[in-house]
């Protein structure tokens, strides 16, 4: 009986390391992906033989995805500024010709006035 009882145990408690890597290999080759690394099937592996060292490693590695997005957003940040840019020839057009608009009322002031005359608001130059 007693040797059953220390092989049933030897077992199962293989089984539950088994089942425990596992689970932390899946969790790292699905934070992986989740990361935006192609290789979740090398993480999976990665965190069942290093357990939780592996899933340290992937949680710790930088989001490839928040990246990606930060890359994408300061393009489109980029692409608004050139769309900016011809109300900015605009106003350089103006001061050209001597004309200084209120920021705040659009009411035209004299150039060289430091606040609108109309509002009271200050003129940025
Ligand atoms: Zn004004």
Redesign the pocket.
């Known amino acids: 009986m007693d040797i059953i009882t220390s092989f049933m145990t030897g077992t199962i408690g293989l089984i539950v390391l088994i089942v425990v890597h596992l689970v932390i290999g899946s969790f790292t080759g699905w934070l992986a992906g989740n990361k935006g690394y192609e290789s979740t099937i090398t993480w999976f592996f990665a965190g069942f033989f290093f357990g939780i060292f592996g899933l340290l490693t992937i949680g710790l590695a930088s989001n490839l995805k928040y990246e990606k997005q930060l890359i994408n957003l300061s393009e489109k940040l980029e692409k608004l500024n050139i769309n900016d840019s011809p109300s900015e020839t605009r106003k350089s057009k103006d001061t050209k010709n001597d004309i200084t608009r209120?920021v705040?009322?659009r009411?035209i002031i004299p150039p060289d006035s430091l606040s609108?005359t109309?509002?009271g608001?200050p003129v940025v130059a």
């Open positions: 209120c705040k009322c009411k609108c109309y509002c608001a």
